[in-house]
């Protein structure tokens, strides 16, 4: 089997990925823009063969890299990134290259498009905020006579809550299209819940391998615009409501042979049009693995080995590895530069010392989302997860 892994050095820990690839008996054959003396010793040992090309967003010497792999090593099984911002690509290399183990360019704007992804909600009968294209500011006011203040702006296609705005007022209106970004926007009514996270591994049926729930306590939109703390936490088992709905999530955008991140609102008031409380809505998809660490957490909360069950999806679709018996909450607790902390690095160090199973300095490009340092302990219960959130970032 070859793979073709588009940028496996980034995330860092991707490398588990392409270790895990080789262990099943790929061939996994890197593309990717960093120099090969710079990759991290274990991604240079999982690897058949690297091919550097000077950008990653040019995609004639990405399509040449992939060319020449596919003389050198036969015909091509799978072309993945596990990484958002290179979906389209990838996408473009399996349509090129007639590679069908993966989404082809002509599904692509359902997965990159938040509007898109409304159409297949509503086929697969998943209750969804209402939304709106942003386009004239009286267009803007209709929706909002519907739907009500507040509402959230954000950008078509977009990762990660950049460019994501509350507005709570017609001042608010008035001043986001005074200064209306030059990309495509979409408006969406505000919903009151909490944000849930469904990630799993799906087999050629859409049928998880690997399912697990996630709890974001504060949006990342009000992380982001209000320069607050991330915290986060894996959950050792997760509801029957979530796991039903995440499958049929799966089902109706057809999420086969994939690690997914669905995320979605757990209401927390009764929503005419959508639900009850206790009751989940859709919010968006995301077709590769949920960000930063939280492969690991994952992996810390259950017991398992996220990359491992990838790897035997991909070899033979169906999980080998063993289910365990011991599950934790893993929680991560960031800080951010400029900020004054109540507790000392080396008190956090001290008081869980023996339940810190990550700790380190992020990379900058986090810094905005994650923060600059991060602490990540498994613990068992849900009280232990609030007060090691409280003691990090009080």
């Known amino acids: 089997m070859n793979f073709i892994f588009v940028s496996p050095n980034f995330p860092r820990t991707y490398w588990n990925f392409c270790d895990r690839l080789k262990s099943c008996g790929a061939n996994v054959l890197g593309i990717g823009d960093a120099p090969y003396d710079g990759l991290e010793?274990?991604?240079?040992?999982?690897?058949?063969?690297?091919?550097?090309?000077?950008?990653?967003?040019?995609?004639?010497?990405?399509?040449?890299?992939a060319a020449y792999f596919a003389w050198r090593y036969g015909k091509i099984d799978w072309i993945?990134?596990?990484?958002?911002?290179?979906?389209?690509?990838?996408?473009?290399?399996?349509?090129?290259?007639?590679?069908?183990?993966?989404?082809?360019?002509?599904?692509?704007?359902?997965?990159?498009?938040?509007?898109?992804?409304?159409?297949?909600?509503?086929?697969g009968g998943i209750p969804t905020a209402r939304q709106s294209h942003v386009t004239t500011l009286e267009e803007a006011r209709g929706f909002i006579a519907q739907v009500g203040y507040p509402v959230i702006?954000?950008?078509?296609?977009?990762?990660?809550?950049?460019?994501?705005?509350?507005?709570?007022?017609?001042?608010?209106?008035?001043?986001?299209?005074?200064?209306?970004?030059?990309?495509?926007?979409?408006?969406?009514?505000?919903?009151?819940?909490?944000?849930?996270?469904?990630?799993?591994?799906?087999?050629?049926?859409?049928?998880?391998?690997?399912?697990?729930?996630?709890v974001w306590p504060t949006p990342i939109m009000n992380i982001v615009n209000d320069d607050l703390d991330l915290q986060y936490y894996t959950c050792p088992d997760l509801p029957q409501k979530l796991r039903k709905i995440g499958r049929r999530t799966a089902k109706a955008f057809g999420v086969d042979r994939r690690f997914v991140h669905?995320?979605?609102?757990?209401?927390?008031?009764?929503?005419?049009?959508?639900?009850?409380?206790?009751?989940y809505v859709g919010l968006e998809v995301n077709m590769r693995p949920p960000g930063g660490y939280t492969p690991d957490m994952i992996n810390f909360a259950h017991s398992a080995d996220v990359y491992q069950i990838y790897a035997e999806m991909v070899a033979f679709n169906e999980?080998?590895?063993?289910?365990?018996?011991?599950?934790?909450?893993?929680?991560?607790?960031?800080?951010?530069?400029?900020?004054?902390?109540?507790?000392?690095?080396?008190?956090?160090?001290?008081?869980?010392?023996?339940r810190i199973v990550m700790q380190e300095e992020m990379p900058p490009v986090n810094w905005p989302q994650m923060g600059r340092f991060m602490y990540t302990a498994r613990l068992r219960t849900q009280g232990e997860v609030e007060a090691f959130i409280s003691f990090v970032q009080s």
């Not at 990134?81 to 007639?98: G, I, M, V």
């Not at 183990?101 to 159409?119: A, C, L, N, P, V």
């Not at 607790?333 to 956090?348: F, L, M, P, Q, S």
């Open 41 to 65: 010793p274990e991604l240079q040992g999982a690897l058949t063969e690297y091919y550097k090309v000077d950008s990653l967003e040019d995609y004639d010497q990405v399509y040449r890299a």
């Open 319 to 354: 999980r080998r590895s063993p289910e365990w018996a011991e599950k934790y909450f893993c929680v991560y607790a960031g800080r951010k530069e400029g900020h004054t902390y109540r507790h000392t690095h080396e008190e956090i160090m001290e008081r869980y010392a023996d």
């Open 262 to 279: 669905l995320e979605f609102f757990r209401l927390t008031e009764d929503r005419p049009g959508l639900g009850k409380k206790g009751d």
């Open 153 to 214: 702006v954000k950008p078509d296609i977009g990762v990660g809550a950049a460019h994501t705005w509350k507005l709570k007022n017609d001042a608010d209106l008035e001043a986001f299209f005074a200064d209306l970004p030059d990309v495509p926007y979409v408006m969406e009514e505000f919903v009151v819940g909490d944000l849930i996270s469904y990630e799993a591994i799906t087999d050629a049926d859409c049928e998880p391998l690997f399912e697990n729930m996630t």
């Open 80 to 123: 993945e990134s596990l990484n958002e911002y290179w979906l389209e690509t990838d996408a473009r290399l399996r349509t090129d290259f007639h590679v069908t183990t993966g989404i082809q360019s002509d599904r692509i704007d359902f997965i990159k498009e938040k509007s898109r992804m409304k159409e297949l909600y509503r086929q």
